[in-house]
T-cell receptor, first 113, second 110 residues
């Protein structure tokens, strides 16, 4: 069964460093999303992406964040200069044009030290 | 802004008891509502998705209802088992995104 794949499963980075979280969406999907979940808190929407541009972004998604679909298979989230409060589980999701359901990856746990 | 609330925040029941988890949302203009399961430190497992035109969905021991006009959904889990212990998240979808509740953490005692 097709699935959304995220790498790495866990990343530790120093404060101020840039990180790139990678996602491989399901192959025929056209809509892509990033969500995050700080430990003990709600899952929060970050950004949605369609047709090579951002469809919607939340207040969390400031200038420190960017997304890219560098080729036909990957979808990345970049955090330019990480802060301690960026420590969270980051989930990627994708959806096709017809289905109502977005499918989630298993997440990348980002720890900023 | 859509607000999703889940009550109770935590629930502990003996094995075999039926579980009733509640979800409410403030804006009824939704496309669908989805229930997820999350084990500690793990990802999101989709359990049931109810489209806005539907009233309920069933999968095995799970049944979810949706009353869009009153902004409520209920997840029923029949004959609970220790393996059902997890956090259950409710999420509603508008045009572009899912808005999640904080979850109900369920413990089923053997």
């Amino acid at each position: 069964e097709p699935e959304v794949t995220q790498t790495p499963s866990h990343q530790v980075t120093q404060m101020g460093q840039e990180v790139i979280l990678r996602c491989v969406p399901i192959s025929n999907h056209l809509y892509f999303y990033w969500y995050r979940q700080i430990l003990g808190q709600k899952v929060e929407f970050l950004v949605s992406f369609y047709n090579n541009e951002i469809s919607e972004k939340s207040e969390i998604f400031d200038d420190q964040f960017s997304v890219e679909r560098p080729d036909g298979s990957n979808f990345t989230l970049k955090i330019r200069s990480t802060k301690l409060e960026d420590s969270a589980m980051y989930f990627c999701a994708s959806k096709d044009r017809i289905s109502v359901e977005a499918f989630f990856g298993q997440g990348t746990r980002l720890t900023v030290v | 802004k859509q607000e999703v609330t889940q009550i109770p925040a935590a629930l502990s029941v003996p094995e075999g008891e039926n579980l009733v988890l509640n979800c409410s949302f403030t804006d009824s203009a939704i496309y669908n509502l989805q229930w997820f399961r999350q084990d500690p430190g793990k990802g999101l497992t989709s359990l049931l998705l109810i489209q806005s035109s539907q009233r309920e969905q069933t999968s095995g021991r799970l049944n979810a209802s949706l009353d869009k006009s009153s902004g409520r959904s209920t997840l029923y889990i029949a004959a609970s088992q220790p393996g059902d212990s997890a956090t259950y998240l409710c999420a509603v979808q508008d045009d572009y995104k899912l808005s999640f509740g904080a979850g109900t953490t369920v413990t089923v005692r053997a």
